[in-house]
């Protein structure tokens, strides 16, 4: 049965004249289609405050990083979007005075990356109108349904780890 979303299915939604080739493709158009809906809604909480989602990501990876901070490719591995170039984010986040990027003193070769207070400060200040689009973006699922659905996600991005 095709998936509906408020009434609609998402051949529907998308406008698609023709049915899926297959489940698959119908499951793959709406995992990527519902990730762009999701974005988006986080997207409105940061842009009003100067920042993209791939770089509020990065506040976020250096704030859970602690003092220590973490050099550039370790933030790399961590992001969501492993497509950011995190030099041009880290760029304009230390021009924004939310980071600060420093030359390890045991490999020079490495940068150190670390969140200011100003960058804390942005981040507590956003934490709860993102926990509001987090809810917002599950409240019509059960608790169980979130667990299935991120149980479900977790074997996806497994067999994908590779890529």
């Known amino acids: 049965m095709p998936e509906r979303t408020a009434?609609?299915?998402?051949?529907?939604?998308?406008?698609?004249?023709?049915?899926?080739?297959?489940?698959?493709q119908e499951a793959t158009?709406?995992?990527?289609?519902?990730?762009?809906?999701?974005?988006?809604?986080?997207?409105?909480?940061?842009?009003p405050h100067g920042l993209s989602l791939a770089q509020y990501n990065v506040l976020r990876i250096l704030r859970g990083a602690g003092e220590e901070g973490l050099p550039t490719l370790a933030i790399r591995d961590r992001m969501i979007d492993e497509g950011s170039t995190v030099t041009?984010?880290?760029?304009?986040?230390?021009?924004?005075?939310?980071?600060t990027?420093?030359?390890?003193?045991?490999?020079r070769r490495q940068v150190?990356?670390?969140?200011?207070?100003?960058?804390?400060a942005l981040l507590a200040t956003l934490d709860p109108q993102i926990d509001a689009a987090d809810l917002?973006?599950?409240?019509?699922?059960?608790?169980?349904?979130?667990?299935?659905?991120?149980?479900?996600?977790?074997?996806?991005?497994?067999e994908m780890s590779d890529l």
């Open 136 to 158: 917002s973006s599950m409240a019509m699922l059960t608790p169980d349904q979130r667990q299935s659905l991120l149980a479900l996600l977790s074997v996806i991005r497994a």
């Open 29 to 47: 158009i709406a995992l990527l289609r519902t990730a762009s809906v999701v974005s988006r809604r986080c997207a409105r909480v940061v842009e």
């Open 101 to 107: 990027r420093d030359r390890s003193r045991p490999d």
């Open 88 to 99: 041009r984010l880290l760029d304009k986040l230390e021009k924004a005075s939310l980071v």
């Open 7 to 24: 009434g609609r299915t998402l051949q529907e939604e998308t406008q698609q004249g023709r049915p899926f080739r297959s489940q698959s």
């Open 112 to 120: 150190l990356c670390q969140i200011t207070k100003q960058g804390e």
